[in-house]
């Protein structure tokens, strides 16, 4: 059949075909939302007589402004929460995390999966082998009234992983090379298709970090094959296995393929302002920090937290150095707490704060100011995206982060 596996999947939900047909009108299993963009969309939804299709199929938390930092916040969240008590969903999840951690903590996303979220980072689901894009408000007011969308069919690139992943790099750093590799617009409009033939075998939490960013590609899926790793994830989490992977034909068509030998990765940084502006954390010069922030969907996981607990240990921030800490979901602050990782962080002088988007967006718990010189695991660093207009954000692995933290800079070159 020589079908890639977002060729399958668009396929099993296709209701309809436009006459061009590489266009497909698709149902979807299930719609994310949260309270900045929902808001966008009420008085349209209210104006036009709407309901939802499915109300078990809707995902809506309010991660952007949990809690509010100002009243203009306060307003739009308590108006995003009356709206979604309304229409009575099973499924608002209110203070909990950021929403596409939410997503893949939630036994909707499946593999094999069709999702759309109101927000571009939705495309992190793909690491459980699911299609998974973020769409504007319009588009997302159409689905939720009638479950179904729109969609081009993508051509696909193929990037398989091979060797061992050295010690000192993780999912973070392997993204970061192909953003190096593609740029930000190397995969507009493309799936990324993505094989995990490693040595060492990329931890789900890896995968996560992976495709969350393969949006800063212009990808519209960045989908992990699903393997041994998904299964067992998906298990634990259900505490059911899933049904019949779907995998790609063994004759898959792709427009490109790449091999990415992570045997030959060192830590990666990604230098303002652009999360493609790469260069390997050794060959940057040394340049002194304020702010280090570990959080927002694309790393704030609990192997993150981990890694960064076991780098503290003992140790001490920087005296010039704010380590902000932010658990991507509160399930994830919970089982850091339990395990200990939040006091030894505490004790070394990070700051940790309410599970939710936080600076990364530049919305508060740590936005910075004109001054400020950030190393982030946050998955952007445009100028602006974090705080104030002259402030610096370089993107990096956990590990890179509360190194820099302790050290008071990022960077090993010599000034």
């Given at each position: 059949?020589?079908?890639?596996?977002?060729?399958?999947?668009?396929?099993a939900?296709?209701?309809?075909?436009?006459e061009?047909?590489?266009?497909?009108r698709?149902?979807?299993?299930?719609l994310?939302?949260?309270?900045?963009?929902?808001?966008?969309?009420?008085?349209?939804?209210?104006r036009?007589?709407?309901?939802?299709?499915?109300l078990?199929?809707?995902?809506?938390?309010?991660?952007?402004f949990?809690?509010?930092?100002d009243?203009?916040?306060?307003?739009?969240?308590?108006?995003?929460?009356?709206?979604?008590?309304?229409?009575?969903?099973?499924?608002l999840?209110?203070?909990?995390?950021?929403?596409?951690?939410?997503l893949?903590?939630h036994?909707?996303c499946?593999?094999?999966?069709?999702?759309?979220?109101?927000?571009?980072?939705?495309?992190?689901?793909?690491?459980?082998?699911?299609?998974?894009?973020g769409?504007?408000?319009?588009?997302?007011?159409?689905?939720?009234?009638?479950?179904?969308?729109?969609?081009?069919?993508?051509?696909?690139?193929?990037?398989?992983f091979?060797g061992?992943?050295p010690?000192?790099?993780?999912?973070?750093?392997?993204?970061?090379?192909?953003l190096?590799?593609?740029?930000?617009?190397?995969?507009?409009?493309?799936?990324?298709?993505?094989?995990?033939e490693?040595?060492s075998?990329?931890?789900?939490?890896e995968?996560?970090?992976?495709s969350?960013?393969?949006?800063?590609?212009?990808?519209?899926f960045?989908?992990?094959v699903?393997d041994?790793?998904?299964v067992?994830y998906?298990?634990?989490?259900?505490?059911?296995?899933?049904?019949?992977?779907?995998l790609?034909?063994v004759?898959a068509?792709?427009?490109?393929?790449?091999?990415?030998d992570l045997t030959?990765l060192?830590p990666?940084?990604?230098?303002?302002?652009?999360?493609?502006?790469?260069?390997?954390?050794?060959e940057?010069?040394?340049?002194?920090?304020?702010?280090?922030f570990?959080?927002?969907?694309?790393?704030?996981?609990?192997?993150d937290?981990q890694?960064?607990?076991?780098?503290?240990?003992?140790?001490k921030?920087?005296?010039?150095?704010?380590?902000?800490?932010?658990?991507?979901?509160?399930?994830?602050f919970?089982?850091?707490l339990?395990?200990?990782y939040?006091?030894?962080l505490?004790?070394?002088?990070?700051v940790?704060?309410?599970?939710s988007c936080?600076?990364?967006?530049?919305?508060?718990?740590?936005?910075?100011?004109?001054?400020?010189?950030?190393?982030?695991?946050?998955?952007?660093?445009?100028?602006?995206?974090?705080?104030?207009?002259?402030?610096?954000?370089?993107?990096?692995?956990?590990?890179?982060?509360?190194?820099?933290?302790?050290?008071g800079?990022?960077?090993?070159?010599?000034?």
């Amino acid at each position: 059949m020589e079908l890639t596996l977002s060729d399958k999947v668009l396929a099993a939900h296709a209701i309809d075909r436009h006459e061009s047909d590489s266009v497909l009108r698709v149902g979807i299993d299930a719609l994310l939302g949260h309270d900045a963009t929902i808001s966008l969309l009420i008085d349209r939804f209210e104006r036009l007589g709407l309901s939802i299709w499915d109300l078990e199929r809707v995902i809506f938390t309010n991660d952007h402004f949990s809690p509010p930092a100002d009243i203009e916040r306060a307003d739009i969240s308590a108006r995003f929460l009356a709206f979604s008590r309304r229409l009575r969903l099973n499924h608002l999840l209110i203070d909990k995390g950021i929403c596409h951690q939410l997503l893949v903590e939630h036994e909707l996303c499946q593999p094999g999966s069709l999702i759309i979220g109101a927000d571009s980072h939705t495309i992190m689901a793909g690491a459980l082998g699911v299609c998974a894009t973020g769409m504007g408000s319009t588009d997302i007011l159409f689905a939720l009234a009638t479950g179904t969308t729109w969609m081009r069919v993508p051509e696909t690139i193929k990037i398989t992983f091979r060797g061992l992943l050295p010690n000192d790099c993780n999912g973070r750093d392997v993204v970061l090379q192909l953003l190096s590799l593609l740029g930000e617009h190397g995969a507009r409009y493309r799936t990324l298709e993505l094989h995990d033939e490693s040595e060492s075998r990329l931890p789900q939490d890896e995968r996560f970090a992976i495709s969350n960013m393969t949006v800063e590609m212009g990808a519209k899926f960045g989908i992990f094959v699903p393997d041994e790793i998904t299964v067992e994830y998906c298990t634990k989490r259900d505490r059911i296995s899933p049904t019949a992977l779907m995998l790609p034909d063994v004759d898959a068509r792709y427009e490109r393929e790449i091999d990415v030998d992570l045997t030959m990765l060192r830590p990666l940084v990604a230098k303002p302002w652009s999360p493609a502006n790469v260069t390997s954390v050794d060959e940057l010069k040394r340049t002194p920090i304020t702010t280090a922030f570990l959080g927002s969907c694309a790393s704030g996981r609990l192997a993150d937290i981990q890694l960064a607990a076991e780098i503290m240990a003992g140790k001490k921030v920087n005296e010039r150095v704010r380590f902000v800490v932010i658990p991507a979901s509160i399930e994830v602050f919970k089982r850091a707490l339990k395990l200990g990782y939040v006091e030894t962080l505490t004790e070394a002088g990070a700051v940790f704060n309410q599970s939710s988007c936080g600076p990364c967006g530049g919305i508060d718990k740590g936005v910075l100011g004109s001054q400020d010189v950030c190393v982030s695991t946050s998955n952007r660093n445009f100028r602006g995206r974090m705080g104030h207009w002259d402030s610096a954000t370089y993107l990096a692995s956990a590990r890179t982060v509360a190194t820099a933290a302790l050290q008071g800079y990022v960077g090993e070159k010599a000034l």
